[in-house]
């Protein structure tokens, strides 16, 4: 497709089978601080039920594109949604997330100043009071630390809110299909891969979404199941592209879990209890996840 700058910034908003809780996503995509003119909406939806509705009720006020088609999972929703933007520069927040109103035009200051910058931005949660999303904060903020240092560079940011220029996202390749309907993984090896072509990682915390962690015990685990699959992938295409990786022996592990403390000490004794409880929980499933994927992949190969 031959795309002109019709935008500035494309916003990649992937969603599945959860109408109602774009609605919440697109709604804070409305308010934003960044004109409106200046940017367009990409729903990339592999819903069974397609959120037509949804994004109907912000036609009239936003610039918004409907992409309906197969679920490609997270990183073939994520090219698709690319493929099919206007313009320079995109944005990605996935549809559990809301933005701060001042989200856009922060990512966007930093990113159009260095076209060779990933662009990461902060993670609230929005459930303070549940113990499953408070465990989900500790953890996404515990493995942002481990791999952004404040001593030196970042190396990894979620791919539910970050930018970067579009050309430069195509040119890598997009996120790699190998991880097909996992969930999780692609954006690390995206990450990697930036860096292994000339490009940088650059952190902008005061761009913030706030995340619908998971609420319940069933997708707490089914979460971090997939994320242990998707890390058995990403390591297998780290070992075949010969990419130097962090080294995941028992020093490293201890370093990881380091970075828990500081989220843990925010929590009152009750919640701090249920977090550590949780965190022994998703252990086991991201390791089940690692350990489930290498078996299949040991009886059903993946293509070369």
């Not at 494309?10 to 003119?37: G, K, P, W, Y």
């Not at 942002?144 to 809110?161: I, K, M, S, V």
């Not at 592209?241 to 403390?261: D, I």
Request: charged letters at 20%.
């Amino acid at each position: 497709m031959s795309v002109s700058d019709s935008f500035e910034v494309s916003v990649i908003v992937m969603t599945f089978n959860r109408a109602l809780i774009l609605r919440n996503c697109l709604e804070s995509l409305r308010h934003q601080t960044f004109s409106r003119d200046r940017f367009e909406i990409v729903v990339v939806d592999g819903s069974k039920e397609p959120a037509r509705e949804a994004v109907a009720a912000f036609l009239n006020s936003l610039n918004i594109n409907h992409v309906i088609g197969t679920n490609l999972g997270i990183a073939g929703n994520r090219n698709r949604g690319a493929q099919h933007a206007r313009g320079r520069y995109l944005a990605f927040i996935d549809d559990d997330c809301v933005a701060r109103p001042d989200w856009l035009e922060k990512l966007y200051d930093v990113v159009s100043a260095d076209p060779l910058a990933l662009v990461g931005g902060g993670v609230e949660n929005v459930f303070p009071q549940n113990a499953y999303a408070v465990a989900g904060q500790a953890i996404n903020e515990a493995v942002t630390n481990f791999f952004n240092p404040p001593d030196g560079d970042p190396t990894f940011f979620p791919g539910l809110n970050f930018a970067i220029e579009r050309e430069g996202f195509l040119k890598t390749g997009g996120c790699d299909s190998s991880f097909q309907l996992l969930g999780g993984g692609e954006d690390r090896d995206f990450s990697d891969r930036w860096v292994a072509q000339g490009g940088h990682l650059v952190s902008c915390p005061d761009a913030v979404v706030r995340h619908e962690h998971r609420t319940s015990f069933r997708s707490f685990i089914r979460q971090y199941f997939s994320y242990g699959r998707g890390a058995w992938v990403y390591r297998r295409l780290k070992r075949a592209a010969g990419r130097s990786s962090v080294v995941t022996n028992p020093k490293t592990h201890r370093h990881l879990f380091s970075e828990l403390a500081g989220p843990l000490r925010r929590l009152n004794p009750v919640m701090r209890f249920k977090t550590l409880v949780l965190i022994g929980i998703w252990q086991i499933a991201y390791y089940s996840g690692i350990l489930w994927q290498a078996a299949f992949e040991t009886l059903y190969p993946p293509r070369a």
